[in-house]
């Protein structure tokens, strides 16, 4: 069990293992055979084994139950003809880590669902460790990926830890997959994702479009490096201007307005409508009429026009009457 978890293959053996109390920890010694041959790592050719590296390596392991792993072996060297002394590494590791692949490949499972933080405590091992870990096998995965038959993007930002170091994520939008990730949320992030993508075999011409915030940022860079593209603001952010345009409307009346019970009657009886239907240019129904005239030419229009100006196609339906909000309630 032990060797097959280690994917031990002759010449390779599991030569002992035990488990020490005062530790409570499970010790794994891997060895080779004295007349082992190995492939030369660099050229392939067939070498006899040739003395040991000096010094014993540990590696963490899988937990066994439930108890923290740790494999040992002083891995062999090969004399090959052609290269000389080489180093011969074990089917175990991957080169520069401490940990063992299955520990690695089960680590990689804990964080797709849990923050690294919590992750830390339930495998038992420090958040740096699984840090490297996590970015080894995310930017490998990354350099594999076919880009090829990328055709919609989708671009935003996020926060890369408290505070505003930003960083800008592109998405192919029919994939739902992430496929880069750059520094910043400037016009050099977009440029960078452009690269990326013609690295992994994908075209910024066959990108017909690119969904993103409103960003002064990103619209330009847009334009600019994936010129064929239909530039698309993503719904979430056409709704977060049209919140705020409200909500100014709100506060707004309500620093105009003397009677404010009335004024709250009406809102309880007319902001009811959702504000998404005032932009559907389907005939309105009494209820919206009556709300567009309240809001009539107040601010709500100047921020819908505001969020058309932001590059929005804000279809503001037909024109409200234009009733003044204190004839209503006057
Ligand atoms: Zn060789």
Redesign the pocket.
Known sequence: MMAASLQLEEPWYVACVSFDPEKQQMDIWVKVRDHAVFA?P??G?Q?KRYGYEPYERSWRHADCLFFPCYVHCQRPKVL?G??GL?QVNASFERQNSRFTLMFEGYAMMILADIPRRKASRLLRCNEKSLASILSYWVNRAADKQDLSNVSKLALDETSKRRGHQYVTIAIDALEHKVIDVEDGRTKQAVAAVKVRLEQQGGSADNITAVTSDMSASFLPAVKEYFPQAEQVIDKFHVKQVLTKALDEVRKNEQGEVDDKKTLFQYRNRYFKVNPMSLLITRKPSANERRYRGIVGNHDVHKGLFRARDDAVQVAAGDGAPGVQLRHLIG
């Open positions: 030369c660099r050229c050719s070498a090959c052609k290269c080489q």
